[in-house]
């Protein structure tokens, strides 16, 4: 069963009507902006009336569409501007994971990642004996420290890669 879409004032934007959703009084209202590109006509969806859209942003979106796609600056359709923002949310989160990673101290890093793992690699005595050298000798110099400010003499670099982290 098809829709039938309904003209607004503003040219390039179309709306269909839910046949039983409501929107206050009124039936929630599914906004579509039409444009061509190259020749093709494009038809991109917009959202419905429930969630703030009107005919008004449908337009102030469009014209944004044909400006970007005028001076070549930004996105030139909806699909390229949610792969755009995806993107931005990646790398934001990337971001963020690395400030995370990089905060942690390297006696976190040890307790909570490396000597789990020697307790299932080596034999109990060469766990225990790491344990021991850790507590008495390396977490009194390094307890506070982040690993990647850690430098071994002369030699710059950060101690994550030693023990493959």
């Known amino acids: ?6 003209k607004t004032r503003f ?6 009507e839910h046949k039983s959703r409501k929107h206050g ?4 209202k599914y906004f579509a902006i039409r444009y061509q590109r190259n020749g093709k ?9 429930s969630d703030g859209w009107t005919a008004s942003k449908a337009t102030l979106e469009l014209s944004e569409l044909k400006k970007a796609y ?3 600056q930004g996105a030139i359709s909806l699909e390229e501007k949610r792969l755009q923002s995806e993107k931005q949310r990646e790398s934001q989160r990337a971001k963020e994971k690395k400030n995370a990673r990089e ?4 006696s976190e890093i040890f307790l909570e990642q490396y000597y789990p793992r020697t307790k299932s690699d080596k034999a109990f005595k060469s766990h225990q ?3 021991g050298l850790f507590e008495n000798w390396i977490e009194p110099l390094q307890r506070s420290k982040n690993p990647y400010s850690i430098t071994a003499g002369y030699v710059s670099f950060p101690l994550m890669k030693l023990i493959n982290f």
């Open 129 to 131: 004996r790491e344990l």
């Open 25 to 28: 009084i009124q039936k929630d």
């Open 1 to 6: 069963m098809s829709v039938k879409w309904k």
């Open 11 to 16: 040219p390039g934007v179309r709306y269909y």
């Open 103 to 106: 905060q942690k101290t390297f």
């Open 70 to 72: 005028a001076t070549g």
């Open 41 to 49: 006509r494009k038809e991109e969806g917009l959202g419905w009336s």
